[in-house]
């Protein structure tokens, strides 16, 4: 889209004489990015795929001070703007407080780009957008402020830094359209900024650019619990990071680690200590931008973090800019429809293998015996990571809490009085007897594929405690809620598909 001819002017008178003549003569002001101007270097045009020298002369203090004295004292940020423009100057200092470099980047309003996610705003959802630096965020939410404030007719404050979005000045950039701006002098003051924005002036949209502080991420959470509907961008380039980043992730409603009940534990098939959402994302939607015109974008972000957090794989909405302001969109390829094709010979191989939990015995002679015998078995530290329990007879009378233990969580016990090779190895002969076969797992896929067709519940047959944790880790697998229900020996595993809104009793997945 071509930059209006004001702005174009402006930047241009900016420079010094014979680098504006340069750059007039190669005459690619459209995709200029920015001009850089170093003492002792060569004056660059950057340009998205390349750069272009503009002279052969290095650049002089006097080059540079002719710019200065065009656009007046830099703030505190070492920034400063031509008015009524989305241009923005950068100083370099040496040691001495004295300007040896300028970057001088091109600011443009770009009409036509928020029709791809029109729809998620007139839903007045919170939105969030990811995305690598020079991508088009901040161009974005510019043209999101227009939306709002021009065609929605709401109240619209943008809490500006660094004047990125409204531009330099007093008077806003035309581009935000009627939406009202409040400068932020420093970054530290963002977040007093945007509780001030609501308190004084009770807007009905906040929008924000660049959340990078905790006391933002605060901010935020603040704002949208008094009702406000938030547009902003944050660090961060997808979902991934702004997850495992310890300053951001309240956004997604901060994570904790909780212990489980034993028969929660039991019946997830996890372990005690588990990872899960504190409260409800500060957003309803997330954007990740990939490309200019890409998208990928996460709805209700709850049950988006709640599944990464239990492990599952996540699929985005991805929208794609075509011509003009038309786009496609591409549903999630998540398995709703469809349950993920499954290897048996390799799902059996995972989660066959059948793990001990070992007191009493030698590890030794358990991992020796196992290998004789080519049995998949593991020696795992806890009991609650164990599918049946392994004493010596001596210990099971010293530690009797071990057997309760192992009885309260329905799990197989076996006892030898020998610690020795063959000894363990006569035992894991018995053990190995109680591991599922190919047909018995087929039948279970099959059965937790017809869940899915029909978007419904499946029971699958009475089994033991170690054939039903193998199943809870298969429905796990598939992307399918699981638990448990009955009383011993008439105990089974029912399985829902993820669209089911579960009724009564603790459910979960597993």
Not at 113 to 137: A, H, T, W, Y
Not at 230 to 259: E, R, S, Y
Request: proline content about 4%; glycine content about 8%.
């Amino acid at each position: 889209m071509a930059t209006l001819d004001y702005d174009t002017t402006a930047f241009l008178n900016a420079l010094p004489d014979r680098i504006r003549g340069s750059l007039e003569e190669l005459d690619r002001f459209d995709d200029l990015i920015e001009i850089v101007l170093d003492v002792g270097r060569c004056p660059e045009a950057r340009f998205q795929y390349d750069f272009v020298a503009l002279s052969q002369d290095p650049v002089t203090r006097t080059d540079l001070d002719a710019v200065i004295e065009k656009l007046g004292e830099f703030d505190r940020d070492n920034r400063a703007g031509i008015e009524k423009t989305l241009h923005r100057i950068s100083a370099i200092r040496n040691r001495r407080n004295e300007v040896i470099g300028l970057t001088c980047r091109v600011g443009r309003a770009l009409y036509g780009k928020m029709e791809v996610i029109e729809d998620l705003i007139k839903q007045g959802s919170s939105i969030l957008i990811l995305g690598r630096p020079g991508i088009g965020k901040t161009t974005l939410l510019r043209e999101v402020s227009r939306f709002i404030s021009d065609v929605l007719k709401k109240r619209v404050i943008i809490v500006d830094t660094s004047n990125e979005i409204g531009g330099d000045g007093d008077v806003p950039h035309p581009g935000v359209g009627s939406a009202r701006r409040m400068q932020v002098p420093r970054d530290k003051e963002q977040h007093d900024i945007m509780i001030e924005a609501v308190e004084n002036h009770s807007p009905e949209v906040i929008v924000i650019d660049e959340i990078g502080r905790v006391e933002e991420a605060q901010a935020c959470r603040t704002i949208a619990e008094r009702g406000v509907q938030l547009i902003g961008t944050a660090h961060g380039n997808d979902l991934g990071n702004l997850i495992t980043n310890p300053t951001l992730v309240d956004l997604l409603g901060g994570i904790q680690t909780v212990t489980l009940s034993d028969e929660e534990a039991q019946r997830r098939g996890t372990q005690k200590s588990v990872l899960e959402r504190k409260a409800a994302p500060t957003f309803d939607v997330l954007i990740e931008m990939r490309e200019r015109d890409l998208l990928a974008v996460y709805k209700n972000l709850s049950e988006i973090v709640d599944r990464v957090l239990r492990g599952f794989d996540v699929h985005p909405e991805i929208r794609r800019r075509t011509v003009g302001t038309a786009f496609t969109i591409e549903p999630p390829s998540s398995g709703a429809q469809k349950l993920p094709a499954v290897d048996l010979d390799q799902s059996l191989a995972q989660d066959s293998g059948i793990r001990v939990y070992a007191q009493g015995v030698s590890q030794s002679y358990v991992e020796r015996a196992a290998h004789s015998l080519h049995a998949d078995i593991q020696v795992v530290r806890t009991i609650d990571d164990a599918d049946l329990v392994l004493l010596s007879d001596a210990l099971a009378s010293k530690k009797p809490f071990l057997v309760e233990r192992a009885q309260a969580l329905g799990l197989p016990l076996y006892t030898t009085s020998r610690n020795s090779l063959a000894a363990i190895k006569d035992l894991l002969r018995r053990v190995r007897s109680i591991s599922v076969d190919r047909e018995q797992y087929s039948g279970w896929t099959r059965l937790m594929q017809e869940a899915l067709e029909t978007t419904g519940s499946q029971e699958l047959p009475y089994a033991t405690a170690f054939e039903r944790r193998l199943q809870h880790r298969l429905a796990e697998r598939l992307g399918l809620f699981s638990e448990s229900q009955g009383i011993e020996p008439f105990r089974r595993v029912v399985v829902y598909s993820p669209h089911v809104q579960q009724k009564g009793g603790e459910k979960g997945t597993s």
